[in-house]
């Protein structure tokens, strides 16, 4: 694995986390450095840091409080 994607693993917890419980992913990325965009793909499916799931967290979260307050009237 070239060097550059050893840095970026391991400045990115998540990264680290994902590779750790996935050690396939090491041999892939020695085998093939271009592989890394869906190294970081899957990673974003795993722990939902895609900017959709984000929203839908805020979404969920405004119902809840919807919820609370017309339980509250």
């Known amino acids: 694995m ?13 990264y680290q986390k994902y590779i750790r419980e996935n050690s396939y992913w090491y041999k892939i990325l020695n085998r093939n450095p271009l592989m890394f965009r869906e190294f970081e793909e899957e990673v974003k499916d795993k722990y939902h840091l895609r900017a959709t799931d ?3 967290k805020a979404l969920d979260a405004l119902e809840l409080i ?3 307050v017309s339980t509250l009237k």
């Open 2 to 14: 070239n060097i550059d994607l050893q840095f970026k693993i391991k400045n990115n917890p998540n």
């Open 54 to 56: 984000r929203i839908s």
């Open 66 to 68: 919807q919820n609370v």
